[in-house]
């Protein structure tokens, strides 16, 4: 049996486990796990009663068929959302924590059975690819606690490689689900812009390049929760429908270089080439991509992302109450460059993004995907993104050099899923990225599901509850 978040349902449903018990196997973990700073608050009372509410369900046979993951465990960002009864702040010691309402997508989440019992370590404001705020804790690794577990989701992957839960939400505006995944050996999809509910508040958006979904040990879960939650969005854009599959010899454009400026360890592009050797003997046609036809979108993909991610800072400083001046300085800096830019300068990056979208477009005309490095090298050491300097250049450097084609996605606003394809001589994940046209999320995890059953990625601890 697989060990995911769907087998633990199955459990669950089965009568193998109850809810109840898988519960209190993932509070022990944690609390087996808790220098692992994957979780920030969490609150035993209301993750039991989620799971006795389940049991009974269950007993009574009220459960419904949307309950994919009836009585499993979970967890959510403390950034993103809201998931009512679960306050979250962002990583951040000037946002009061409060309790909130419900966003459309937490409700979607809550509707599939998972139990949330706490909320997971974010960089302040995800203004990072480490989750390690100021405020604490620092987020580590579970398969190498000197190294940091990527972010802005870190805490999010640390938890679900280490298997205090199966699955857990997440959230990507820069690489913020993708680059966690990689880091811990996980699944992580970032959908297409308008695949995902952000309302009725529309406080994570950011212009269009965040998205929410999940960090997952599977991509049966991955596509599980994405079939739960996706379409029927109710703004702010147009709902991303899905496009059918047609079976057939795909055109696959290969990535295997990242530029001078941000180049990619050896080991790296070769875990890509062996993904795209395997395809291309299932009778797929692959096509080398020189790194020329996309570093201009590479590059001005990165632009649009610092400047939106800076004004909406900046406005959030102008909108809130909050001390600011009590921000981490990484923080501070960003508000800074945001305040400094006009608004010429702010439309003008606006219509950037649109013309990177269309530049991807215009690849995707010849070709059906993209496989690509994610990450440039091995989980970076504790302390690689710190956040207590001024520098606001020298730290979006350092994530673009991190991973070098995260913030493509999100600009562009097309799907990408990152997955895990081999490992390292130190045991850690190498991980690969496909990149699919709009709407098709379904292309991408039949994919990776063809890539997973070489299994060349083995998860290192088992998942509480099914131990």
């Given at each position: 049996?697989?060990?995911?978040a ?20 993932s ?16 609150y035993?009372?209301?993750g ?13 046979g ?10 499993v ?10 998931f ?5 702040r ?6 009061p ?67 205090i ?26 959908p ?21 979904l999940?960090?997952?040990r ?7 929760i ?35 400026r ?84 702010l ?121």
């Amino acid at each position: 049996m697989e060990a995911d978040a769907t087998a633990l349902a199955s459990a669950i449903r089965s009568h193998e486990i109850t809810a109840s018990e898988a519960m209190s196997a993932s509070l022990n973990k944690l609390a087996d796990k808790q220098s692992l700073g994957a979780v920030v608050n969490f609150y035993p009372e209301k993750g039991l009663e989620a799971a006795a509410e389940s049991d009974r369900a269950l007993q009574d046979g009220s459960v419904e068929n949307s309950q994919v993951f009836c009585g499993v465990p979970s967890l959510v960002k403390d950034l993103g959302g809201p998931f009512k009864g679960l306050p979250v702040r962002a990583g951040s010691k000037i946002v009061p924590l409060d309790d909130q309402l419900d966003a459309e997508l937490a409700e979607r989440f809550r509707k599939t059975g998972l139990c949330n019992f706490g909320t997971t370590t974010s960089p302040e404001f995800g203004l990072s690819l480490a989750s390690e705020p100021a405020i604490g804790p620092v987020c580590r690794n579970p398969l190498n606690p000197e190294l940091s577990a990527g972010g802005s989701s870190g805490g999010a992957a640390s938890a679900v490689a280490s298997g205090i839960v199966s699955i857990a939400h997440a959230t990507d505006a820069g690489g913020s689900i993708r680059v966690p995944a990689a880091c811990c050996g996980l699944i992580g999809l970032k959908p297409s812009r308008g695949a995902i509910p952000s309302g009725p508040y529309f406080t994570n958006h950011l212009g269009g390049i965040a998205s929410e979904l999940a960090v997952c040990r599977s991509v049966r879960d991955t596509e599980t929760i994405f079939d739960a939650v996706s379409g029927g969005v109710k703004g702010p854009y147009p709902s991303s429908e899905q496009n059918e599959l047609e079976d057939g010899k795909l055109r696959i454009g290969m990535i295997l270089e990242t530029g001078e400026r941000f180049p990619t360890a050896s080991e790296r592009l070769s875990a890509v080439q062996s993904a795209g050797q395997s395809l291309e003997a299932d009778g797929h046609e692959l096509v080398l991509l020189d790194w020329s036809k996309i570093a201009h979108i590479v590059a001005d993909s990165g632009h649009v992302f610092t400047g939106i991610i800076t004004a909406n800072l900046a406005s959030l400083a102008h909108e809130t109450d909050w001390d600011f001046s009590q921000a981490e300085p990484i923080t501070q800096a960003a508000i800074e460059a945001g305040e400094k830019m006009s608004g010429i300068e702010l439309w003008q990056l606006m219509n950037r993004m649109v013309l990177v979208s269309r530049d991807l477009w215009q690849i995707f005309d010849e070709l059906d995907c993209l496989l690509t490095p994610m990450l440039s090298s091995a989980p970076k050491p504790i302390g690689s993104f710190p956040t207590d300097h001024d520098d606001i250049n020298l730290h979006f450097e350092r994530m673009a050099a991190f991973s070098p084609l995260a913030t493509l996605a999100n600009v562009s606003g097309f799907p990408a899923l990152t997955m895990p394809f081999g490992e390292d001589a130190n045991g850690l994940p190498l991980p690969i990225q496909f990149f699919a046209p709009m709407g098709c999320e379904k292309l991408l995890l039949k994919l990776a599901a063809r890539m997973e059953t070489e299994l060349r990625w083995q998860h290192k601890y088992p998942i509480a509850g099914l131990n």
